[in-house]
């Protein structure tokens, strides 16, 4: 007779453990009936990204560029952004978002004071040691707003927000941007980078493959202060819609709008007529009307990405407030233009598995018009590399770029060749 295995005894069920009140408060949450923050994260999060790179010139030493902005004479290695964010669950349907960049300038800029091409120095005595020097830097808050989500197709954000536009400036972090710099018309601003007012937006699924969203926002426009001042009644408004269809690959198209007025002015004391009283006067030192409207698409297919984005920028001249200046280089005074700017960019790669390996190349074309003559500046661009993503929150980028400008025109017609590497990681 074989011998029956003995019975495998029962678990014992698992002790429940209860955390109180104080235990739950510490991590962000409550049970207390009708609670706001029931079941919600309320501790506040930090995360964000950085990169450090090099730019080299490929240029002849005879080329009128080199030492030109930011094509400097010999390689160069740099620390660009470091980004943080910053955000909270207030409640399960209210949040705020913050971000900040930290930032080495001024220091090593053009001194706009200067006529001799001085550089800002920002070395200070360090009094916690003995009076050394050291250089301080600057930070520049890029986001801040808060946000209150009624339903998936109804949002609300009040504060300063990225403006929702095109591809570029929305995924503006530099991990998930795959060349090294900005294309033309993403660096020009044909659109505002950012806005300070009003935002709604919102999505909701029209079939199992096909996803519509949009956004609307009314904002102070731009400005020398536009972030915490308005110098006219002119709010900007901004408009954009999408399209994603996610039934081969994912291809999302859309289009945006922006109309606003620029306006610098200062605002002087004096006497009012009465002799007695003090009376403020505004100067208006320039002013225009900008309207600009964009269409853009991305496609991703397996490790295929295709992406396109199409810029153009209106800017009229209010006339009473079209003020020139004399130009020390032709002795003349110039009075500002209307002007009329478009660009456009197409970007194409492809991501192997192997080592997160990205082939890819970027043809770029920015058609302006100077503020001062007729004349029209055409800037063709394009740029080759490699962006390597062994993990996904670190990427590897080199490439080489080249620019070519019309003969003619009072920009060198020599092209522009730069090689620039990157390293950018998200924390």
């Given amino acids: ?25 510490a991590m962000g949450l409550s049970t207390e009936p009708g609670s706001a923050s029931a079941a919600v994260d309320t501790s506040l999060k930090f995360s964000g990204f950085a990169d450090v790179g090099f730019i080299s010139p490929a240029l002849p030493t005879s080329s009128e560029f080199n030492g030109a902005g930011a094509v400097n004479r010999h390689t160069s290695f740099y620390v660009g952004n470091l980004n943080l964010y910053l955000t909270k669950n207030l409640t399960s349907s209210i949040r705020m978002m913050g971000e900040i960049r930290f930032m ?17 120095n920002t070395n200070v005595d360090d009094y916690t040691d003995f009076g050394r020097p050291i250089q301080w830097g600057g930070i520049n808050i890029q986001r801040l707003y808060i946000e209150w989500t009624a339903y998936r197709a109804l949002q609300f954000r009040a504060g300063q927000y990225l403006t929702p536009y095109g591809i570029w400036n929305v995924d503006h972090g530099s991990p998930t941007i795959v060349p090294v710099q900005k294309p033309f018309i993403i660096g020009q601003q044909l659109f505002p980078e950012r806005q300070v007012g009003l935002e709604v937006l919102g999505q909701f699924d029209a079939s199992a493959h096909n ?6 926002t009314l904002s102070n426009g731009t400005g020398p202060v536009s972030t915490y001042k308005d110098f006219d009644r002119n709010k900007a408004v901004t408009g954009r819609a999408w399209w994603r269809f996610d039934g081969f690959g994912e291809l999302r198209i859309g289009g945006s709008a922006y109309y606003g007025r620029y306006t610098a002015a200062t605002n002087t004391a004096g006497l009012a007529e009465d002799g007695v009283h003090v009376k403020y006067t505004e100067h208006i030192q320039s002013s225009y009307d900008v309207l600009s409207l964009a269409a853009d698409l991305k496609w991703t297919y397996g ?14 001249y209010i006339e009473s407030a079209r003020i020139g200046a004399l130009n020390p280089l032709l002795g003349e005074y110039l009075a500002p233009n209307d002007k009329l700017s478009w660009g456009a960019y197409g970007l194409i790669g492809y991501r192997f598995e192997w080592f997160g390996v990205m082939p890819y190349l970027l043809v770029q074309r920015l058609d302006t018009n100077d503020a001062v003559n007729s004349g029209r500046t055409v800037t063709n661009g394009f740029s080759a590399g490699l962006n390597v993503r062994p993990i996904d929150a670190l990427v590897f980028k080199i490439e080489y770029d080249e620019g070519h400008f019309p003969k003619g025109s009072l920009i060198s017609a020599d092209p522009v060749r730069l090689i620039q590497g990157q390293i950018a990681w998200a924390f």
């Fill in 303 to 316: 490790g295929l990405l295709v992406q396109s984005e199409l810029i153009t920028q209106q800017r009229k």
């Fill in 211 to 216: 996803s519509l969203g949009y956004d609307l």
């Fill in 1 to 25: 007779m074989e011998a029956q295995p003995a019975p495998v005894p029962e678990a014992a069920p698992a002790e429940e453990v209860e955390l109180t009140d104080a235990e739950l408060a």
């Fill in 104 to 120: 080495l300038l001024p220091n090593g800029s053009p001194d706009p004071d200067s006529a001799t091409g001085q550089l800002i």
